[in-house]
């Protein structure tokens, strides 16, 4: 997964995997990527200081759980 911010045009993007997507345009400046199969690809919020009440919120991040494991 990489999230990354775009200062100029104030938009985060969310990628949890590198490949071709349709977009589905959301509410409020929110995109949803999908892969060819209908699994979610990545997230994109336009205005995120806007959306997200403060920039600084991408520096509140936490990733609990995430020792993934091989078991499904």
Known sequence: MRISYDKEADAIYISFVETTVTTEHREKGVSLDCSS???LAGIEILNAKENL????TL????????????AA
């Open 59 to 70: 520096k509140n991040i936490l990733l609990e759980n995430i020792g993934l494991s091989s």
């Open 53 to 56: 009440g403060s920039i600084d």
């Open 37 to 39: 199969d209908g699994k």
